[in-house]
T-cell receptor, first 112, second 114 residues
């Protein structure tokens, strides 16, 4: 089974800090995604990538950027963290055949 | 653009009772449909999916969902729930062409009472 690893389970950062959230897969999947999960809002797509050095904005990209220098790693960057970015962040890779996702276990980020 | 509506944010039921979690979607093209489950303090796991063929799909733990194209629905059902089914359930849709990124509903929290 494919494995998606998010580097931190819990993270606390201060307002204005630059924050890096890392996601690593152990297979050769091209498509990788970053979502944030908030109560009552479900999962909202921040950014996605179809291959190395490729990135596309999702539905809520403001305040975020991404980096994909190697196929297995997709990083989400909060340029200047704000309290409204306190959330659960989920990384996912996409199966080529079914289109379904495998998710990482998530990073719960608190910005104080 | 696609969208997904889960009509109930919370569904409380008694153990061994039947349950239905509702999901409606909108899309201008053919779709793939998914249900994901998130148990407390865990990540999301795929529960079942509809890609093509039979409109009734089943999971290994007794859930089933039926794709109804005319009603643009993909409701999730289980005839008899167990305490261990307590979780949040997310319906998701993707177009079966092009980008194929998933759009998720708001989630339904299923609570099973003894």
């Amino acid at each position: 089974d494919v494995k998606v690893t998010q580097s931190s389970r819990y993270l606390v950062k201060r307002t204005g800090e630059k924050v890096f959230l890392e996601c690593v897969q152990d297979m050769d999947h091209e498509n990788m995604f970053w979502y944030r999960q908030d109560p009552g809002l479900g999962l909202r797509l921040i950014y996605f990538s179809y291959d190395v050095k490729m990135k596309e904005k999702g539905d809520i990209p403001e305040g975020y950027s991404v980096s994909r220098e190697k196929k297995e790693r997709f990083s989400l960057i909060l340029e200047s963290a704000s309290t409204n970015q306190t959330s659960m962040y989920l990384c996912a890779i996409q199966d080529r055949v079914s289109g379904g996702y495998t998710f990482g276990s998530g990073t719960r980020l608190t910005v104080v | 653009a696609q969208s997904v509506t889960q009509l109930d944010s919370q569904v409380p039921v008694f153990e061994e009772a039947p349950v239905e979690l509702r999901c409606n979607y909108s899309s201008s093209v053919s779709v793939y449909l998914f249900w994901y489950v998130q148990y407390p303090n865990q990540g999301l796991q795929l529960l079942l999916k509809y890609l093509s063929g039979s409109t009734l799909v089943e999971s290994i733990n007794g859930f089933e969902a039926e794709f109804n194209k005319s009603q643009t629905s993909f409701h999730l059902r289980k005839p008899s729930v167990h305490i261990s089914d307590t979780a949040e359930y997310f319906c998701a849709v993707s177009e079966n062409q092009g980008a194929q990124k998933l759009v998720f509903g708001q989630g339904t929290r299923l609570t099973i009472n003894p």
